[in-house]
């Protein structure tokens, strides 16, 4: 544990970590020396989005803090360049858009590409223009940013999610989150079974 | 207002957008076709951090939205090149992490320096190493980063802030914002008087 000289603990927070949204966090691979850090976002669950095994120490934070894994195993750069699977990428989407899975963190190992196009293609279920989607990729990206994965968010389709989602998950207009959480939570509408979210 | 081809109405994020925190947002300067987006965000203030006033259109999107203006006049690039004014952002850090004022935006003119050193020093009060601090800073400045900022944000003194925050506002310990905003507007604790916050 890390501290600094006035107070004590100090909180090191995992690679290129970013707030998305209430309740939603990303982030390059979270390492031994983060998992302070984490235990603050009080995480409910992990969007894990490469194909190589949850590393043992990292399975051990999970089980003790009671933090659910949701593996997407897409793979990093290849060679030939190949573009993001769709159907994994609307898997992913389908759990992160649900509020019984927040807080929830997205990385992958760099949290550049694989992470920012799940993010990117929130943004467009979020109705964010193209450009101020693109803009939040590139920003996280940096100079790694690719042409792939631009194109890859510009085309995807969230017309299927939306439909999906509309009665029985979060569907999200702005910002309103919170307000929409509270009501899952405690109104005592009827709650969808997992099944019903098949498209 | 901007639509697309689905389903109306894109919201258009200011330049330079990102979350910060539960109620807090930070930006380069709103422009006219950002305002649809900024009312997503149901703000109660912002901080802005420019001596220029505030535009027009800007004011009077703030009045219709009931949305107070907090104005440090900080100056931009210099020749020769100044520091922050510590005092002055002291006192936005105080408008800043007062829950009273969330959900609250922060900006400048391109969200980069003044609204970075701003952040930065923030993320201290919330026991951010220094690593994790810079690391956003630069994500945040891109190429156009200052070492001056760098060495702004690591020796500005949070020390005094504490102090006078401790019992009276949201002195932050990780994420666990939300709980204590609640604590603060539902239970019936004795809430301090402005003059309170004195150091």
Same mark, same amino acid.
């Given at each position: 544990?890390e501290?600094?000289?006035q107070d004590g603990?100090?909180?090191v927070?995992?690679?290129?970590?970013?707030?998305?949204?209430?309740?939603?966090?990303?982030?390059g691979?979270?390492q031994l020396?983060n998992?302070?850090?984490?235990?603050?976002?009080?995480? /409910?669950?992990?969007?894990?989005? &490469?194909?190589?095994?949850?590393p043992?120490?990292n399975?051990?934070?999970?089980?003790? @803090? @009671?933090i659910?894994?949701?593996?997407?195993g897409?793979?990093?750069?290849?060679?030939p360049?190949?573009?993001?699977?769709?159907?994994t990428?609307l898997?992913?989407l389908?759990?992160?858009?649900?509020?019984?899975?927040?807080p929830i963190?997205?990385? &992958?190992?760099r949290?550049?590409?694989?992470?920012?196009c799940?993010?990117?293609?929130?943004?467009?279920?979020q109705?964010?223009?193209?450009?101020?989607?693109?803009?939040?990729?590139?920003?996280?990206a940096?100079?790694?940013?690719?042409?792939?994965d631009?194109?890859?968010?510009?085309?995807?389709?969230?017309? /299927?999610?939306?439909?999906?989602?509309?009665?029985?998950?979060?569907?999200?207009?702005g910002?309103?989150?919170k /307000?929409k959480?509270?009501?899952?939570?405690?109104?005592?509408v009827?709650?969808?079974k997992?099944?019903?979210?098949?498209?």
């Amino acid at each position: 544990m890390e501290t600094d000289d006035q107070d004590g603990v100090v909180l090191v927070s995992p690679s290129n970590f970013s707030m998305v949204e209430d309740g939603i966090y990303r982030s390059g691979f979270p390492q031994l020396e983060n998992f302070g850090f984490l235990k603050t976002l009080n995480l /409910r669950s992990i969007i894990y989005l &490469c194909p190589e095994p949850y590393p043992e120490e990292n399975l051990k934070f999970l089980e003790a @803090n @009671n933090i659910k894994l949701f593996q997407f195993g897409i793979k990093g750069k290849t060679d030939p360049p190949t573009p993001m699977p769709k159907d994994t990428v609307l898997d992913a989407l389908k759990v992160l858009v649900d509020v019984r899975n927040h807080p929830i963190l997205i990385h &992958c190992k760099r949290g550049k590409h694989r992470t920012g196009c799940l993010v990117g293609c929130l943004r467009k279920v979020q109705s964010w223009c193209l450009s101020s989607v693109l803009e939040e990729y590139q920003k996280n990206a940096g100079l790694k940013w690719r042409q792939m994965d631009l194109k890859f968010i510009e085309t995807f389709d969230i017309v /299927r999610l939306r439909q999906c989602l509309f009665s029985i998950m979060y569907r999200y207009h702005g910002y309103g989150f919170k /307000r929409k959480r509270l009501m899952y939570e405690e109104e005592d509408v009827q709650k969808p079974k997992p099944q019903a979210a098949k498209v």
